[in-house]
């Protein structure tokens, strides 16, 4: 079992930046790749970014050169460095990991942007 935290969600300005970050606990051994997820208000979760254990990321287009995903072994943890932030980025924000053929997900947190 994999346990995922992620905290570093709020309030912020159009324009501004948040980093989120996520922490994993238990079988961490196990994890494959790990990604950050958004879901909007009446909207589908949707990809925003993921990291391959050897480092690899991929970036949905609606991100790509404003979000930068990143991984620290040493600490478990997965970082979403989101800047130049859009009202249209609001949505709470879901960290997963993946096990085998299995995928865990975090309880989310909340981002929200202001026009």
């Known amino acids: 079992q994999v346990q995922l935290v992620e905290s570093g969600g709020g309030l912020v300005q159009a324009g501004g930046s948040l980093r989120l970050s996520c922490a994993a606990s238990?079988?961490?051994?196990?994890?494959?790749?790990m990604g950050w997820y958004r879901q909007a208000p009446g909207k589908q979760r949707e990809l925003v970014a993921s990291?391959?254990?050897?480092?690899?990321?991929n970036y949905a287009d609606s991100v790509k050169g404003r979000f930068t995903i990143s991984r620290d072994n040493a600490k478990n943890t997965v970082y979403l460095q989101m800047n130049s932030l859009k009202p249209e980025d609001t949505a709470i924000y879901f960290c997963?990991?993946?096990?085998?053929?299995?995928?865990?997900w975090g309880q989310g947190t909340q981002v929200t942007v202001s026009s």
């Open positions: 990291i391959a254990s050897g480092g690899g990321t």
């Open positions: 238990g079988s961490i051994f196990s994890i494959n790749g």
């Open positions: 997963n990991a993946v096990v085998g053929i299995y995928i865990h």
